[in-house]
């Protein structure tokens, strides 16, 4: 993908501007007057000018038929017209030396409409010929609190104190809801922004922006599509080296690009799996429901980053704690093991001979006091990372009086310390003024609890890290050196000879030695199987002379026109099958990915995507996570495979790739055959620029 520009665009004047125009004010409009009524009620310390053609006053004060005809430009300009109306008023902006405008219409260069593409070409015009920067259209503006800059028709959400969390959302009617019920559970926050269909200004303006306000220390994402990857990826990485995490959520889950089905890889990375694996490289917390993000993004609001992975739960129920172990497991979270010391200090506590373990119940403390001692206990232990303790917030304030226990608890240790409820429960007020006094997160339901302590961790590898980069490369590589390049790399395949027709196949197959395959070959025909176009085990002369025609009337039969070229003939290799494959995505630049092979690749999905250049150990890692992992490693009786060898073909094929991609636009292995000493690439099929 093209870059329409390769630089950050500022968005001070959006956010931060000093004064602002109102174009469409009128006290019949609702979403205009929400937002003079949130500027005045809060004491916005900027200049506001109203703009209504029709009436010289408004809300009691004077109104101007025009931007142009300000006594002096405004900062920024909100525009709630009609979408007819935009272009107009984008130009007037312009004309009058305006630095930015919102503009809350939809049906402005969005969708396949003529009317509505016209619209977006006249603002697009006006903003390449005055460099007016513009956010939306089709949004609801957004808020900047300790500005007091009120441009979002939400008077509730703009009472809200200012805190860490700043949003930026494509989604304007999804924001508020976001925001009003993580204020519910106490966040707290710099900024909301609804970008919407970001014909200008996009999320890594916004993101790039909210990295440089010393306020703001977290990011959350509401993500549709991302306009500019390039740079949406530059701001990622200013957000990770500056130790600030960005958690998103992103629609999409279910979709594959159309393009991706030409090679296996594509076909299972699709478009959301590239996303994934481009938020593993950048530092980004993806979460899966809005519920998720809601908790993920509490659980970062106390600023605490642990220094590994384990959790100590302390719970006061048996049932609890079965739950949890079922919620570790499924979700990956490391239970620390307590130390002696530790179980010995717990003892006290526990009723009977019961013997300490994590996850811990020592049933329902009689105090805060008492539940803060214990707490202490467990986060001293050197084992544990981060502590999780089942407690639920009071109705009342009075409720614990003893809550300054807590407070101790907390102050005597840095490491993350949540409260946590097996399942979600209504917060009022005071229960979110008692979160606010112990100083750590409640956080509701099991699952996202693990989920939201793992981002923690998922954070603390990563933060204050850049992200390996991509430098480009020339090469020389052809079809004809390609073998040859390969095995350069350590890249070796089976012995094989391509041949131009069925006699010669034969002669072939008696000099390599049987039992052998036989594969037709076509630069019509991408995926040979597909087209019954390979023949396995071919023990004598005859079987392969009879393979030959049987191979070449099925891909006639599937693919009428195809050129046959010849067919390759190879000895037999077993072993476990594998595939590995590097390609360019079209957005988020050259991934590698390794999996379980054969054909049933896409039908068993066991595959795991990394973006270029591999980091040390990241081959190792991506298998780890496979079944293929458990097939290599004896499973049930199989012969082992050569896990070693597997690993560095990993790596020799991500470098092979990078080093020949702008020659090579897709290379897969498949199936690379892991044997008990070595692997050998049976199959390789490319994909040329």
């Known amino acids: 993908m093209n870059e329409t520009s390769m630089a950050f665009r500022p968005v001070d004047s959006v956010l931060r501007a000093k004064s602002i125009a109102l174009v469409g004010a009128s006290e019949r409009g609702r979403w205009p007057s929400d937002i003079y009524g949130s500027l005045r009620e809060h004491g916005y310390p900027g200049k506001i000018w109203l703009i209504n053609p029709r009436q010289s006053e408004v809300y009691g004060e004077k109104a101007y ?29 312009a004309h009058r030396g305006l630095k930015s405008v919102t503009v809350y219409a939809g049906g402005v260069g969005d969708g396949e409409d003529p009317v509505s593409r016209a619209l ?19 949004c609801m503006g957004g808020f900047s609190y300790r500005e007091k800059l009120f441009a979002y028709p939400n008077p509730s959400l703009a009472r809200l104190a200012p805190g860490p969390v700043a949003c930026v959302f494509q989604s304007g009617g999804t924001l508020q809801f976001f925001m009003t019920t993580g204020a519910m559970r106490g966040l707290r926050f710099s900024y909301g922004v609804s970008s919407g269909n970001e014909l200008d ?87 899966a429901t809005l519920d998720d993000l809601v908790e993920t993004t509490l659980a970062f609001q106390s600023g605490r980053v642990p220094k590994g992975p384990r959790i100590g739960w ?8 079965d739950l949890l172990y079922d919620c570790v497991e499924q979700e990956g979270s490391p239970l620390a093991v307590f130390t002696e010391e530790t179980n010995a200090g717990i003892r006290p506590f526990m009723q009977g001979e019961i013997k300490p373990k994590n996850p811990l119940d020592v049933g329902i403390p009689s105090t805060i006091t008492k539940a803060a001692e214990l707490c202490d206990v467990v986060a001293r232990d050197p084992n544990v990372d981060m502590l999780a303790w089942a407690g639920q917030l009071p109705p009342m304030l009075d409720a614990w ?15 993350p310390i949540v409260g946590f409820a097996r399942m979600a429960y209504h917060m009022g007020p005071e229960a979110v003024a008692m979160q606010d006094k112990v100083g750590f997160p409640f956080l509701q339901g099991l699952p996202a609890t693990c989920r939201a302590l793992n981002a923690l961790w998922f954070h603390a590898l990563r933060s204050g890290k850049a992200p390996a980069t991509v430098e480009d490369r020339k090469s020389d590589l052809t079809a004809e050196t390609l073998d040859a390049s390969l095995a350069r790399y350590g890249i070796q395949g089976p012995r094989s000879r391509v041949v131009k027709d069925a006699a010669c196949a034969v002669l072939a197959a008696q000099e390599i030695g ?47 026109s195809a ?127």
Not at 245 to 272: L, M, N, V
Not at 314 to 321: A, I
């Open 65 to 93: 038929p025009s931007l142009r005809d300000l006594p002096e430009p405004a900062d920024h300009a909100v525009i709630i017209v009609p979408a007819a109306a935009v272009p107009g008023a984008v130009e007037d902006a």
């Open 563 to 689: 050129r046959i070229d010849g067919f390759l003939v190879q000895e037999m290799v077993s072993g476990h099958e594998a595939i590995v494959g590097a390609r360019e995505d079209a957005l988020y630049g050259p991934m590698l990915l390794v999996g379980s092979g054969g054909v049933l690749v896409e039908l068993v999905q066991d595959a795991a995507l990394k973006l270029l250049p591999l980091a040390e150990g990241e081959a190792s890692s991506m298998i780890d996570g496979l079944k293929l992992q458990r097939l290599i490693s004896g499973f049930r009786g199989q012969a082992r495979g050569d896990r070693a060898a597997l690993e560095k073909a990993v790596e020799s094929l991500a470098a092979f790739y990078l080093d020949h991609r702008d020659k090579i636009a897709d290379i897969e292995i498949n199936p690379l055959m892991v044997r008990p000493q070595g692997v050998c690439a049976v199959d390789v099929r490319v994909i040329w620029k």
């Open 314 to 321: 302390v719970t006061t129920s048996g049932g609890t704690v």
């Open 401 to 415: 009086p003893d809550a300054e226990a807590l407070i101790k608890m907390v102050g005597a240790t840095d490491k």
């Open 201 to 287: 200004l996009d999320l890594a303006d916004f993101v790039n922006f909210m990295v440089d306000d010393e306020e703001t220390k977290q990011i959350v994402l509401f993500i549709e599509g991302i306009r500019r990857p390039k740079m949406f990826m530059r701001a990622a990485a200013r957000a990770l080296a500056a130790g600030k995490p960005i958690i998103a959520i992103k629609t999409g889950a279910t979709e594959k690009s159309a393009s991706a089905a030409a090679s296996h890889t594509g076909a299972i990375a699709g478009d959301y799996a590239s996303y994934l694996a481009m938020c593993d490289r950048y530092g980004i917390i993806n979460c």
């Open 120 to 138: 977006g070409d006249q603002v697009r015009a006006t903003v390449a010929r005055s460099g007016l920067r513009v956010s939306g259209p089709n």
């Open 514 to 560: 049987f039992p052998v395959a036989l594969k037709i070959q076509s630069r019509d025909i991408l995926h040979k199987t597909e087209a019954g176009g390979v023949a396995l085990n071919l023990r004598s002369a005859a079987a392969v002379a009879a393979a030959a025609e049987k191979l070449t009337a099925s891909a006639w039969q599937v693919y009428p």
